[in-house]
């Protein structure tokens, strides 16, 4: 229960009042709630710089990934901005700017997001995991060997299609699982904090290894960044911690 | 980067030579791995029992919701059961019961969850939300205020067809957001720690409400247990300072 | 190959000319064409009216099942109409209102059709098939036994989720196959004319049968049409010639 | 309705009593039918040749393509011939060996299918369309030029993602229509006659053209096969006669 000595959030002000309002009777009463004028909900994303050293993905595939990225950004910005006005009132399941607008926000929000952490835990060919990283220790906790971890980790990329293959910490199963997403968002688990990414679209890798995809995928797991993704090992044990 | 003065994580072995060892190098010249015999990843789902006063939704309704939940959490531990020993090695995305039973797992883990953060956050006619509460103040800090986000949230239930509407924590954005999921697994953002949940699936209101599912919407906005949903405030709290 | 001989398709006029130019030569010539000003291709469909006498099924699920459909064609003639003039030439992939309206078309269009077709095949409760029927020796021609294309109908069905259990003829495979189709206008075959049609959403049971749609679905194939069904049977099978 | 005096199909019998047995009564007072030992569904789809000459595309992305097609063909026919004796009494929604192959089984059809149509009506640099042929003169009918009819056309293709776009016949609306088709059988619409397709997956061009698909499109486009489309077109104006 929220605490009601906690008395005076409106400073100088008895607020009693005010704190016992309750939004149900509020809400009750009204029923339908006056328009929205305007959200100050939009976002401006900006895109991130990324030091890809790669001996294996070239320059030409490298440069056209990172422009695919920036156009999801754009439309990201895009959307979030028309989302602030879009009419509320109208909005439904058959056809609606609100519905159209908010899957376009997952859709680029996903697409953003996963090939910042992507980019970030990519190129590296100097990284080594280590045995006593939390990285290892926690995928061979999960999947038995850290081996088994890059068994169905792998599987997972192979069989993603066009999107990608996540390996994160799942906050209902409170452990460490693979997960593939199709395109990028679609078959997402809820509660899923992301950690170690590879991208299975065809831009990935169709330039340097057509349909050879099992070779990119190998080359990309041999220049994981183990640096960024133990960063990534920490949050998510304190993530565990909070949601055990 | 581990820490390498960590030695000894197996009693009483030196274990630097074990510890220097780098998967890379070793994935690098194995290139393909041995088989996994079997995964032990498995886990049984167990239901749980929820206790659901409502007046705005039947006894049937919520009988019927609980057996269909019960459906997917046998499914889910079907499904994962099957994962353990399912062929890894002809893993693709065209047909392959990897690809199958991975986006099953999917869609029966997110029924499942989603399903029991509905139960436990509808139903409860006579709580309240108070002003001073977490809920209500980051509600109203990222929505501009309380009745703008329950706007936005109801449009959002109101276009999400069959699925969900969930306001959560986005760890990426750094802020609380309402999104629609499709089904159990379609349109789903990646990082996403769900708060409040209700089911827009025709089953949850069909039998009460016919194609009205307004009503229906507001009759559960009106029964939120705001202290269980103040608990889980409490700790997307705790997850934004990990993540910060 | 277009004939040479037709000569004059804009009376009085010789046009060989014209008839001799290339569009190709035309487009490669141009590049970019210039903008759309407005297409001429809106539809306006109208709602149909549907005797639908049933055992099974009660009345007020079938006058909210109407709403449901009329609600689809409006929004299919909002959607018609806006493509008219929508902006064609900022149309992409990751966020254009040319994308989301085309889809909301796909999406209404099959809703409405497939509607139309499942009030106009169900809902019979005196009529039968016979033996000598084109529907019945077709569909014991393609699956073995009638018998079996009813199982496997049925295991459509209860596998299709919210969505439609579909038996239609398939003018690449060249014979009549049961499909699901998710929602509206997923997993859909192309190349597919429907002729029984069973609408899997729960709206259309669950007033009446909560989870069992099993009993739902033995009611509607009870109370097929067998004539209207009939009449679609002999369409597929002059298609069926035109496509060999 | 079925003809009752086209008495004896199976010859020398007289099948009065079994032309007048109604499925429907055996079917009501069954309920459950038996089980299916075996069907006799199941296709063996050959991959087929196609010349396919271009100034445009790479011999590397046709060879790559080719490859492609033909793991869906194989694909389908694994998937196909499982359809046969997979357990249909299980089948349902949440999982179920049923459904994953049924699902499969569209995918791969709409890939094999859809890839076929492509290589055929692709990679001819010398065609033209002239302006008396049927393609012309539908397209230009039904769009208002056929320019315009080219400009949505590109407007789908550029806004499809993963994908294809579709110039058909559709069945309900009775006229040409342009589709977008996501991934091989997402967002298709139902009975849907295709005749011009280009592949829009980025397999298609990533090789070539990076992100540059405005210019693999337009080349695709100069290099239509139009006698190959106006023998499609020729089926659609006989299939439109049928479903008048």
Redesign the interface.
Known sequence: ????D??N?FAGVD?DG????????H??KE?V????DR???S?VAEPKQFKQVSEFVSQ?TKG?HV??YK??IE?LN??SNKLDTVN??D??????D???F???E?????????HELYFANCFDPH???????????KLQR???T???W???F???A?????GWA?CGY????K?Y?N???S?H??????????LIVVDM???SY??DY??DKKSYL?AQ??E?N??TI?DRFK?AE??AT??K
Chains 1, 2, 3, 4 share one sequence.
């Open positions: 229960m929220p605490s009601t906690k008395k959030l607020v005010i704190i016992k309002k309750s939004i149900k009777s809400f009750v029923q709630l006056p328009e929205i959200l100050e909900e976002y030409k056209a422009e695919l156009g999801y439309s895009n959307v509320r009132t909005a439904n399941s058959r056809h609606s609100y519905r159209s908010k899957l376009d997952t859709y680029n929000l996903n697409a953003t997001w996963l990284s080594e995991v280590v045995m006593d990283s939390l990285s290892y220790l999960d999947f038995g850290f081996d088994d890059q068994r169905d792998m599987a997972c192979l069989a993603a299609g066009s996540v799942h906050m209902f199963l452990k699982v997960f593939m997403v395109h968002s679609g078959d997402v688990p809820v509660g899923f904090y992301p679209w065809e831009h169709y330039k057509l349909n190998i797991m041999r994981f183990w640096n133990e949050k304190a993530i909070v949601v």
